[in-house]
């Protein structure tokens, strides 16, 4: 049961241009979302998160919305540059009591910027 | 500032095996976690480990084990090895009460053939 869809494997931007990736979850609970960005032969790198009482963080180049109704969110990155080429996964974390914040994580897309 | 390391980078097993993966987390950091991805999958969860005890695990079964030392650092020990054990297996670190924030480490690729 994958909780956490990220439907499109792969996307491909014209450099300086908007690059959004997708997430969708199915389970309610998720009150925590983040953004992890990969490169290869290194591990994820935490790039931005948002908490279910919010529908917009934002931070430099990147933005993430949060759709809770839709069970939806998106990261937008503009404008994008060619450092920006990786797989970028979408994770989500049930109730952020103590001990029970393992990530769940969807499968990834992978963006490349063209120059 | 040292970030999360593992060892080894890479390591091939046969079948029956067992293995055990190594893993310094972030300084600082005194919660573990360990993950399972396999090639075009995200992460998996595999389990937990804080003050030296399984804090929670995933859907692994018991031939997956862990262990965390007083220094934070832990292992991943694989018993009985499968061809599906197959994959890149992460450590994350992160603060007790920070869990839902992880950094990871460069993962350890692990074939069995």
């Known amino acids: 049961d994958q909780q956490v869809k990220q439907n499109s494997p792969s996307l491909s931007v014209q450099e300086g241009r908007i690059s959004i990736l997708n997430c969708d979850y199915t389970n309610s609970m998720f009150d925590y979302f983040l953004w992890y960005k990969k490169y290869p032969a290194e591990g994820p790198t935490f790039l931005i998160s948002i908490s279910s009482i919010k529908d917009k963080n934002e931070d430099g180049r990147f933005t993430v919305f949060l759709n809770k109704s839709a069970k939806h969110l998106s990261l937008h990155i503009v404008p994008s540059q060619p450092g920006d080429s990786a797989v970028y996964f979408c994770a989500a974390s049930l109730d952020l009591n103590f001990g029970n914040e393992k990530l769940t994580f969807g499968t990834g897309t992978r963006l490349t910027i063209i120059p | 500032d040292a970030g999360v390391t593992q060892s080894p980078t890479h390591l091939i097993k046969t079948r029956g095996q067992q293995v055990t993966l190594r893993c310094s987390p972030k300084?600082?950091?005194?919660?573990v976690s360990w993950y399972q991805q396999a090639l075009g999958q995200g992460p998996q969860f595999i389990f937990q480990?804080?003050?030296?005890?399984?804090?929670q695990r995933g859907n692994f079964p018991d031939r997956f084990s862990g262990h965390q030392f007083p220094n934070y650092s832990s292992e991943l020990n694989v018993n009985a090895l499968l061809l599906g054990d197959s994959a890149l297996y992460l450590c994350?670190?992160?603060?007790?009460?920070?869990?839902?924030?992880?950094?990871f480490g460069p993962g350890t690729r692990l074939t069995v053939t």
């Open positions: 994350a670190s992160s603060f007790a009460d920070r869990t839902y924030e992880q950094y």
């Open positions: 480990y804080y003050e030296e005890e399984e804090r």
């Open positions: 300084s600082g950091h005194d919660t």
